[in-house]
Protein backbone atom coordinates (compact mmCIF):
# COMPACT_ATOMS: atom_id res chain seq x y z
CA UNK A 1 0.00 0.00 0.00
CA UNK A 2 2.58 2.14 0.78
CA UNK A 3 4.64 1.56 -2.05
CA UNK A 4 1.86 1.86 -4.10
CA UNK A 5 1.13 5.84 -2.37
CA UNK A 6 4.60 6.54 -3.34
CA UNK A 7 4.25 5.65 -6.88
CA UNK A 8 1.58 7.87 -7.01
CA UNK A 9 3.51 10.52 -5.68
CA UNK A 10 6.66 9.79 -7.88
CA UNK A 11 3.96 10.24 -10.37
CA UNK A 12 2.61 13.33 -9.66
CA UNK A 13 5.54 15.17 -8.26
CA UNK A 14 6.42 17.98 -11.02
CA UNK A 15 4.03 16.73 -12.80
CA UNK A 16 1.99 19.45 -15.18
CA UNK A 17 -1.55 19.00 -13.62
CA UNK A 18 -5.01 19.52 -14.23
CA UNK A 19 -5.09 22.82 -16.79
CA UNK A 20 -8.69 24.46 -18.74
CA UNK A 21 -7.14 22.32 -21.98
CA UNK A 22 -7.50 19.21 -20.34
CA UNK A 23 -10.44 19.76 -18.59
CA UNK A 24 -11.73 20.77 -22.26
CA UNK A 25 -10.20 17.63 -23.58
CA UNK A 26 -11.83 15.37 -20.88
CA UNK A 27 -15.12 16.72 -21.35
CA UNK A 28 -15.10 16.09 -24.63
CA UNK A 29 -13.57 12.86 -24.36
CA UNK A 30 -16.74 11.81 -21.88
CA UNK A 31 -19.15 13.27 -24.60
CA UNK A 32 -17.58 11.30 -26.79
CA UNK A 33 -17.76 8.04 -25.07
CA UNK A 34 -21.64 8.58 -24.08
CA UNK A 35 -22.33 7.99 -28.11
CA UNK A 36 -22.67 4.77 -28.79
CA UNK A 37 -20.73 4.24 -32.20
CA UNK A 38 -16.61 2.84 -32.50
CA UNK A 39 -15.27 5.78 -34.19
CA UNK A 40 -16.17 8.36 -31.42
CA UNK A 41 -15.50 5.87 -28.53
CA UNK A 42 -12.12 5.81 -29.32
CA UNK A 43 -12.04 9.34 -30.25
CA UNK A 44 -13.30 10.02 -27.15
CA UNK A 45 -10.74 7.48 -25.30
CA UNK A 46 -7.74 9.11 -27.43
CA UNK A 47 -8.88 12.61 -25.97
CA UNK A 48 -9.51 11.41 -22.11
CA UNK A 49 -5.47 9.26 -22.70
CA UNK A 50 -4.27 12.69 -23.95
CA UNK A 51 -5.54 14.75 -21.38
CA UNK A 52 -4.10 12.57 -18.58
CA UNK A 53 -0.87 11.74 -19.75
CA UNK A 54 -0.61 16.40 -20.13
CA UNK A 55 -1.71 15.84 -16.45
CA UNK A 56 1.14 13.85 -15.51
CA UNK A 57 3.95 15.56 -18.07
CA UNK A 58 6.82 16.85 -16.48
CA UNK A 59 7.36 19.02 -19.38
CA UNK A 60 5.49 22.08 -17.78
CA UNK A 61 6.95 24.71 -20.48
CA UNK A 62 5.61 23.03 -23.82
CA UNK A 63 1.96 21.76 -21.61
CA UNK A 64 1.88 25.56 -21.20
CA UNK A 65 2.34 26.59 -24.76
CA UNK A 66 -0.25 24.17 -25.55
CA UNK A 67 -2.68 25.96 -23.30
CA UNK A 68 -1.38 29.22 -24.62
CA UNK A 69 -2.25 28.19 -28.28
CA UNK A 70 -5.51 26.84 -27.33
CA UNK A 71 -6.41 30.04 -25.52
CA UNK A 72 -5.79 32.07 -28.15
CA UNK A 73 -8.46 29.43 -30.44
CA UNK A 74 -10.81 30.22 -28.25
CA UNK A 75 -10.43 33.90 -28.28
CA UNK A 76 -10.80 33.10 -32.40
CA UNK A 77 -13.46 31.11 -32.23
CA UNK A 78 -15.54 33.60 -29.59
CA UNK A 79 -14.44 36.51 -32.31
CA UNK A 80 -16.51 34.77 -34.69
CA UNK A 81 -19.20 33.46 -32.81
CA UNK A 82 -19.58 37.43 -31.88
CA UNK A 83 -19.73 38.82 -35.64
CA UNK A 84 -22.34 36.03 -36.10
CA UNK A 85 -24.57 37.09 -33.59
CA UNK A 86 -24.20 40.26 -34.22
CA UNK A 87 -24.86 39.84 -38.61
CA UNK A 88 -27.84 37.94 -37.05
CA UNK A 89 -29.02 41.17 -34.92
CA UNK A 90 -28.52 43.53 -37.63
CA UNK A 91 -30.88 41.44 -40.22
CA UNK A 92 -33.15 41.60 -37.97
CA UNK A 93 -33.43 44.97 -37.41
CA UNK A 94 -33.28 46.00 -40.71
CA UNK A 95 -33.60 45.24 -44.08
CA UNK A 96 -31.60 45.81 -47.23
CA UNK A 97 -32.50 46.99 -50.70
CA UNK A 98 -31.57 48.33 -53.48
CA UNK A 99 -31.12 51.09 -55.34
CA UNK A 100 -32.85 50.79 -58.84
CA UNK A 101 -30.97 52.93 -60.18
CA UNK A 102 -27.30 52.80 -58.87
CA UNK A 103 -27.51 49.20 -56.92
CA UNK A 104 -25.96 50.27 -53.59
CA UNK A 105 -27.21 48.89 -50.94
CA UNK A 106 -29.42 50.57 -48.49
CA UNK A 107 -30.28 49.50 -45.05
CA UNK A 108 -34.04 50.29 -43.46
CA UNK A 109 -34.71 49.71 -40.22
CA UNK A 110 -37.70 46.88 -40.45
CA UNK A 111 -41.60 47.07 -40.02
CA UNK A 112 -41.44 51.05 -40.57
CA UNK A 113 -44.80 50.55 -42.79
CA UNK A 114 -44.20 51.55 -46.71
CA UNK A 115 -41.06 54.53 -46.71
CA UNK A 116 -39.50 56.51 -49.03
CA UNK A 117 -35.92 55.37 -49.11
CA UNK A 118 -33.18 58.07 -50.73
CA UNK A 119 -30.26 56.61 -52.15
CA UNK A 120 -27.51 57.93 -50.12
CA UNK A 121 -25.59 57.36 -53.82
CA UNK A 122 -27.26 58.69 -56.67
CA UNK A 123 -30.10 61.08 -54.63
CA UNK A 124 -33.01 58.29 -56.30
CA UNK A 125 -35.68 58.26 -54.64
CA UNK A 126 -38.02 54.69 -54.41
CA UNK A 127 -40.49 53.28 -52.60
CA UNK A 128 -40.60 50.20 -50.25
CA UNK A 129 -42.13 48.25 -48.18
CA UNK A 130 -40.09 47.59 -44.72
ZN1 LIG B 1 -28.78 54.96 -56.13
Do not use: H
Request: net charge positive; charged share 25%.
Amino acid sequence: MNRYSNFFKNTFKNSYGLDNLSKYLLLVGVLFLLNRNIITLVVGIILIGYAAWRVISKNKYKRNQELQSFNRVLIIIGQKFYRIKYKFNEFRKYKVFKCPECSQKLRVPRKKGKVTINCKKCGKQFKAKT
